[in-house]
């Protein structure tokens, strides 16, 4: 097959007027396969290899400088695959972080029939003001290390 250079046919194609439509919308395809998270890491991936500028892939998928640029640095380091992987932010510590062993014995000396009654606890003899909700995560986490 001989090789010759393509004439243009049929009109010019026309700039898309908005292309962050185009990237959500794939993003939400990708959203049916894995989390929003990696779809737009993903789509942030494609928009690297071709050259998109930081600040423009930023706008369009709406993952961080930060993100961007270790996917960079993982892409140039050859290893595509650290590219895809997902790290949990430096988020801030837990409420019961330091507290939790203590909580365990308080928790196993003690009956509370309640979470409430868990949540009034914590904040009497350990100054912790913590959600109902958060509690739950709380004793089921250490109902599941111990």
């Excluded at 010759?4 to 959500?24: E, F, Q, S």
Aim: some cysteine; charged content about 25%; glycine content about 8%.
């Amino acid at each position: 097959m001989s090789e010759r250079p393509t004439a243009a046919r049929g009109r010019p194609a026309k700039p898309l007027p908005d292309p962050r439509l185009v990237i959500r919308a794939v993003v939400q395809f990708l959203k049916m396969f894995m989390p929003e998270t990696l779809a737009k890491r993903v789509v942030g991936i494609v928009l690297i290899a071709i050259g998109t500028p930081n600040e423009r892939i930023t706008d369009l998928t709406g993952i961080s400088e930060r993100s961007i640029w270790r996917a960079k640095q993982a892409m140039n380091g050859g290893n595509i695959n650290d590219a895809f992987t997902l790290c949990r932010g430096s988020g801030r510590p837990g409420n019961a972080k330091g507290f939790e062993d203590e909580i365990i014995e308080e928790l196993e000396k003690n009956n509370y029939q309640t979470r409430q009654q868990v949540a009034d606890m914590l904040f009497e003899k350990f100054g912790i003001t913590m959600s109902v909700s958060a509690v739950g995560k709380l004793l089921k986490k250490t109902a599941s290390s111990g």
